[in-house]
């Protein structure tokens, strides 16, 4: 009875909910098919940076605004170009150089180097992602299709490594896997089918994000959440725990976890649900933008300009602006020495929560207590290490395709990384346990056009902030002999492991060769402490208490979060707030 009584309820809700979410909005952003006959490629830098790299000035920016966005990552571009195609003016403030935040490229000695997009899943044509990002670049970004195996998983010492291809499509995913792991069917058959099942669930965190509080606060409290989604069910166990029981071959148990760099926590740390995301992404294959991540920026701008926006560089907001209502009414970005005000009955921050909330709010609204309750619910992510590697030769001739490489010195994922991360930083930089290598240039198209002869690498493990917070206050390009030591002994290091593995690159091919620490990651993106991914991805992110409070709306009108503070980017119910603003 009590059971019939709660789910009449939840149906009533559920049509308060669509009502709420749905009801109000304004025009639908993709009402029309916006795609327009394919342009000529623009690959001139000089031409680019037109679009990219304009700096701000008060002049720029334009009048009568509907909304502010802090931050130039495809979170608050996406979000501006859907507000702008519902005639909103958004302007758009990027503290760094160039907008696009981790979908930049940077050039040196002629190399062009993303320094964020390796690869994307789930873009089939038909697929409501691919159509998403067709409609939010007018038609205007293409996407190649990487290789089939997409990924290799390296496991084991030089003298005793083993290599597991992994294919795109459920059937050859299974079919692959079998054949390298005869005797354990039964685990990968119910490995892939945990990961369908609980990814299926994920709706379920977005509706918590959506409707109004209260009633994601009964649907938590009553258990009607995990009833709904198998995802919620999932979410507090651990992927080392899901897998451990599903095999005892530790190769196996590696290949099932390996992707788990591409959210940052380790599989005894990392949620099983977030994992079965990242898995059931790339089952129809994984896809590198035709002409680099930069095209991402480049086709969404004009757009947002279009509807009377900008997009505005070399823009630092140092603080969000209040009315005496403690109402958000506009930020001020510093220009040299002085403030310049800018204001809008909106703002937007994609510079993360921790920024949002500890460096640009009033010191009395920071310590509100909904703020600090949000604060104490999350954590900084780990840290990341990025080596840029310009080569001379073609992809042929240096044994490069499109694919990628994790590459792995043993099986225990946990142990390995737990070992690496807690060890002093001349001892960590000796030997890279963990690196995930890709070549940008071997993946795009267009690159032997663009750069004939050359190739670039791109290399990336993880890195504590600690390891090098003390040049944190050094001139960025500057930071001292030190700094610069302890660098090289990591670049080093993962060149051992490159050269190991690819016997066709020698050290006598690099032309250029760089590397980014947590501390770069703070300068270019605003990581606070030079984290990849944000926040934390832990198992308690995806609770259902964490999902539903930490939303787009925050406990400041007029003030919303988008980007990596909202997992899976439910930024919709901004409502799209097109209606009457």
Not at 168 to 183: D, H, I, Q, V
Not at 544 to 569: C, D, F, H, W
Request: proline share 5%; with cysteine; aromatic share 10%.
């Amino acid at each position: 009875m009590m059971l019939t009584i709660l789910f009449i309820a939840f149906i009533v809700l559920v049509i308060f909910t669509l009502k709420y979410v749905f009801g109000s909005s304004g025009p639908n952003p993709f009402a029309n098919d916006c795609r327009e006959p394919l342009k000529e490629k623009v690959y001139d830098k000089k031409e680019k940076n037109k679009v990219l790299k304009q700096g701000f000035l008060a002049s720029k920016v334009p009048d009568n605004l509907d909304a502010v966005i802090i931050g130039s990552g495809v979170g608050g571009l996406g979000l501006a170009v859907l507000l702008a195609k519902v005639g909103k003016k958004v302007l758009v403030l990027e503290q760094h150089g160039r907008a696009g935040g981790c979908c930049h490229t940077f050039t040196e000695k002629g190399f062009e180097f993303d320094v964020g997009i390796h690869y994307i899943g789930d873009l089939l044509d038909h697929k409501p992602f691919r159509c998403m990002l067709d409609q939010m670049t007018n038609g205007q970004l293409e996407w190649e299709k990487l290789e089939n195996p997409f990924d290799h998983v390296i496991l084991g010492p030089p003298e005793n490594r083993r290599s597991y291809p992994i294919y795109s499509g459920s059937a050859r995913f299974s079919e692959e896997l079998k054949k390298r792991f005869p005797g354990e069917e039964k685990a990968i058959d119910e490995f892939l089918k945990l990961a369908k099942k609980t990814g299926r669930g994920v709706w379920v965190l977005a509706l918590l994000k959506l409707c109004p509080l209260p009633l994601a606060k009964f649907l938590i409290h009553t258990g009607l959440v995990k009833r709904l989604s198998f995802f919620f069910k999932m979410a507090p166990r651990s992927l080392t725990e899901v897998v451990n029981e599903l095999t005892e071959n530790k190769d196996l148990r590696a290949v099932f976890t390996y992707i788990f760099g591409t959210y940052g926590n380790i599989p005894k740390d990392a949620s099983f649900a977030m994992h079965s995301l990242l898995v059931t992404h790339y089952l129809s294959g994984a896809w590198y933008p035709k002409g680099g991540s930069s095209e991402i920026a480049y086709h969404m701008i004009p757009i947002i300009e279009k509807a009377g926006g900008a997009v505005l560089a070399r823009a630092p907001v140092n603080r969000i602006l209040f009315n005496n209502k403690n109402e958000a009414c506009g930020v001020s970005v510093l220009k040299g020495q002085e403030e310049v005000h800018v204001h809008a009955p909106m703002v937007i921050s994609n510079a993360g929560i921790f920024n949002t909330y500890e460096k640009l709010l009033p010191k009395e609204l920071r310590a509100m207590p909904d703020v600090q309750k949000q604060l104490s619910m999350v954590k900084h992510g780990e840290g990341g290490l990025s080596i840029f590697v310009g080569l001379n030769g073609t992809k042929e001739e240096l044994g490069l395709k499109a694919n990628n490489y994790w590459i792995f010195a043993e099986n225990n994922f946990d142990e390995l990384v737990e070992k690496y991360m807690n060890e002093e930083r001349e001892e960590a930089s000796k030997k890279i346990p963990l690196l995930f290598v890709a070549s940008p240039s071997a993946k795009d198209p267009s690159w032997e056009e663009r750069s004939p002869g050359k190739s670039t690498l791109s290399l990336v493990s993880f890195a504590k902030y600690s390891w090098f917070e003390e040049w944190k206050d050094g001139k960025v390009t500057n930071r001292g002999d030190d700094y610069k030591e302890l660098k090289q002994a990591f670049i080093d290091s993962a060149l051992n492991v490159v050269m190991d593995v690819f016997p066709k690159i020698t050290r006598d091919k690099i032309e250029y060769i760089d590397a980014g620490t947590p501390i770069t990651n703070t300068h270019y993106i605003g990581a606070p402490e030079g984290e990849f991914y944000g926040v934390d991805h832990g198992m308690s992110r995806f609770s259902p208490e964490v999902s539903a409070a930490i939303r787009p709306q925050t406990p400041l009108k007029n003030l919303y979060l988008t980007g990596v503070s909202m997992p899976l980017y439910t930024n919709q119910r901004i409502k799209i707030s097109t209606s009457s603003s």
